[in-house]
């Protein structure tokens, strides 16, 4: 039986404009493993993962303004954080609480915005 969930979000691509320092930003921030598939695109698992959760595709002009932000999860926020800024990320909004925990947002290196929450 697939692990998938009806109607979840079962797959996310982010564009990149060169996938090995996109790899090293989400292996050092949030321990992803990578497989890749040719020079141009690297698929990931998350920790613990069994199937891969999305992949990084290469494309010179990177990022796209307003594509749809991805939230990922934390059960600690503040060392999410620090884990971004360490692994050459830049916090853009928060860490600020909301209905149902706290969350911050940030762009990776290539440019792509992110957020990660956590309850409480």
Known sequence: MADQAHHAIDYVE?????????KRFYAG???WEFTDY?????????PGGSR?????????????PGGPLV???????DR???????AGGRVTDGPYP?????????CDP???ELGVWSEG
């Open 71 to 77: 939230l990922l999860f934390s059960t600690d926020l």
């Open 80 to 86: 999410s954080v620090a884990a971004v800024e360490a």
């Open 52 to 64: 891969e959760a999305g992949g990084l595709r290469l494309d010179a002009a990177g990022p796209t």
């Open 29 to 31: 921030a949030f321990g």
């Open 38 to 46: 040719g020079p141009e695109y690297a698929g990931f698992r998350t």
């Open 14 to 22: 982010l564009t990149v404009p060169d996938l090995e320092p996109a």
């Open 98 to 106: 909301f209905p149902g925990g706290r969350r911050f947002h940030f």
């Open 110 to 112: 290539a440019g792509n």
